[in-house]
C-alpha cells in the first residue's frame, strides 16, 4: 500500500531535549516536506527536499533541521525544543513534478512541557 | 510576501444545498492553486488543483473550484452537500517560479459542516 508513515504520532517532551521525528514513503518520491499545523493559522511549511542530499527551508524553519541521506526518508530533528515547538507535524511526499498532489502522513503530535 | 487567505472559519450548510468554501490568495507571481480536505485526525487528502488553462477545475467527490484572475480567488464549490464532506478545508498555493517556486502555501483552513 502506497503510504507515508510517522513514528511517533504522539510524543510529549521536556524543553532541550533532543528528538527526532521519522518519515517514510515507498512511493518513491522525490519531493519529501515538513509541515506543523497550528490552529488559525493552518500548515505552514518547515522544511522541504527536492531529492537525496538537497534540502531548503520553508517558511518556519528555525529551530529545526532535517537530512535526506536516502530517498525514501526525511527525519525532522529538534536539537532543543521549546514550548513553541509544541504542534502537529505533517509529513508529505509527492514526485517532483507533480508536486501538488501531495500524499500526507498520519501526522505527529507533539507536546514540548 | 506569499499568502493565502480563507475568510471563514466555519462553513454551515444543510445536506443537497449548494456549498462555497472561499480562498483568496496574493502572491508575486502566477499561482498554482490547490484545495485539500483533512478528515479528524487524519493527514491532508488532494482534492484538486489549477495549474493552467480552464479556470473551472473539477476534482474528487464532486468537488470543483473556480479560478477568478482579476479577484485572485479560488472558491471550492460542490452543488449538492452530503453529510460525509464535514471536514477542515484547506487552500494552498506554489508561485510559478522565481525564488519561492518549491513552497507551498497554506490558508488557515474552514471547517465545513453539514447538517443532515
Known amino acids: 500500500e502506497a503510504q507515508v508513515t510517522q513514528n511517533p504520532r504522539y510524543l510529549i517532551t521536556v524543553t532541550g531535549k533532543k528528538l527526532t521525528v521519522t518519515c517514510s514513503q515507498n512511493?518513491?518520491?522525490?519531493?519529501m516536506s515538513w509541515y506543523r499545523q497550528d490552529p488559525g493559522l493552518g500548515l505552514r511549511q518547515i522544511y522541504y527536499?527536492?531529492?537525496?542530499?538537497?534540502?531548503d527551508k520553508g517558511d518556519v524553519p528555525e529551530g529545526y533541521k532535517v537530512s535526506r541521506k536516502e530517498k525514501r526518508n526525511f527525519p525532522l530533528i529538534l536539537e532543543s525544543p521549546s514550548p513553541n515547538q509544541t504542534s502537529l507535524y505533517f509529513c508529505?511526499?509527492?514526485?517532483?513534478?507533480?508536486?501538488?498532489?501531495?500524499?500526507f502522513g498520519p501526522g505527529t503530535r507533539l507536546l514540548v512541557l | 510576501a506569499q499568502s493565502v487567505a480563507q475568510p471563514e472559519d466555519q462553513v454551515n450548510v444543510a445536506e443537497g444545498n449548494p456549498l462555497t468554501v472561499k480562498c483568496t490568495y496574493s502572491?508575486?507571481?502566477?499561482?498554482?492553486l490547490f484545495w485539500y480536505v483533512q478528515y479528524p485526525n487524519r493527514g491532508l487528502q488532494f482534492l484538486l488543483k489549477y495549474i493552467t488553462g480552464d479556470n473551472l477545475v473539477k476534482g474528487s467527490y464532486g468537488f470543483e473550484a473556480e479560478f477568478n484572475k482579476s479577484q485572485t480567488s479560488f472558491h471550492l464549490k460542490k452543488p449538492s452537500a452530503l453529510v460525509s464532506d464535514s471536514a477542515l478545508y484547506f487552500c494552498a498555493v506554489r508561485v510559478k517560479g522565481g525564488y519561492n517556486f518549491n513552497k507551498f502555501y497554506f490558508g488557515s483552513g474552514t471547517k465545513l459542516n453539514v447538517k443532515p
Open positions: 508529505a511526499s509527492s514526485f517532483i513534478g507533480d508536486r501538488e498532489t501531495q500524499y
Open positions: 527536499s527536492m531529492n537525496v542530499e538537497v534540502t
Open positions: 502572491v508575486s507571481g502566477n499561482p498554482y
Open positions: 512511493m518513491n518520491h522525490e519531493y
